[in-house]
């Protein structure tokens, strides 16, 4: 049981490049999450998916687009990164939206 | 969600219980009181949850007074792995709340 696993660990873009993070979790959750951290600051949800087919805007949405693949997997995607975009990403999981989430090890993305 | 107050850092000695207080005097009746922590570089870690009774798990007790205006995170014995920023959080359990909202949370230091 590996819970919530994220890909890459780590990676670096130039400026509009695109990527997209992988995550997927093994818990059999309804709702999965992605926040960003940046550096000295808590963490900030940028979309979230209430359950399989279902996608919904967080708090910080703007420049990422999301796909939940299957009930495993939800992606995010950064179709042209910015350097604003420089962050730790951590995806996360719960049973329902309500309930205790779940972290992954977060992606560590630069963005020169 | 209601407004918490933690101090900024603690310093507990290995082997003793670490006390970590949290306030939260707007709570309302239906929010619970979580408790997270994020060790270095890592994504951040569920460890308790509570509305009105204390609750005890594997990785630490929590203490909630009878007004629910404060809540204490015990620790019982306190290693070195425990070093982390520990995060109270109070929300709601149902309705339309989603995001985990992380404020600066409290930075316990064990010493050996």
């Known amino acids: 049981n590996a819970g919530v696993t994220q890909t890459p660990k780590f990676q670096v873009l130039k400026t509009g490049q695109s990527m997209t993070l992988q995550c997927a979790q093994d818990m059999n959750h309804n709702s999965m999450y992605w926040y960003r951290q940046d550096p000295g600051m808590g963490l900030r949800l940028i979309y979230y998916s209430a359950s399989e087919g279902t996608t919904d805007k967080g708090e910080v949405p703007n420049g990422y687009n999301v796909s939940r693949l299957n009930k495993r997997e939800f992606s995010l995607r950064l179709e042209s990164a910015a350097p604003s975009q420089t962050s730790v990403y951590f995806c996360a999981s719960s049973e329902n939206r309500q309930e205790t989430q779940y972290f992954g090890p977060g992606t560590r993305l630069l963005v020169l | 969600d209601a407004k918490t107050t933690q101090p900024t850092s603690m310093d507990c000695a290995e082997g003793r219980a670490a006390n970590l207080p949290c306030n939260h005097s707007t709570i309302s009746g239906n929010e619970y009181v979580y408790w997270y922590r994020q060790i270095h570089s890592q994504g951040p870690q569920y460890i308790i949850h509570?509305?009105?009774n204390n609750e005890t798990n594997e990785m630490a007790s929590l203490i909630i007074t009878e007004d629910r205006k404060s809540s204490t995170l015990i620790l019982p014995h306190a290693t070195l792995r425990d070093t982390a920023v520990y995060y109270c959080?109070?929300?709601?359990?149902?309705?339309?709340?989603?995001?985990?909202?992380f404020g600066s949370g409290t930075q316990l230091t064990v010493l050996p």
């Open positions: 509570g509305l009105k």
């Open positions: 959080i109070v929300r709601v359990a149902s309705g339309s709340a989603r995001q985990l909202t």
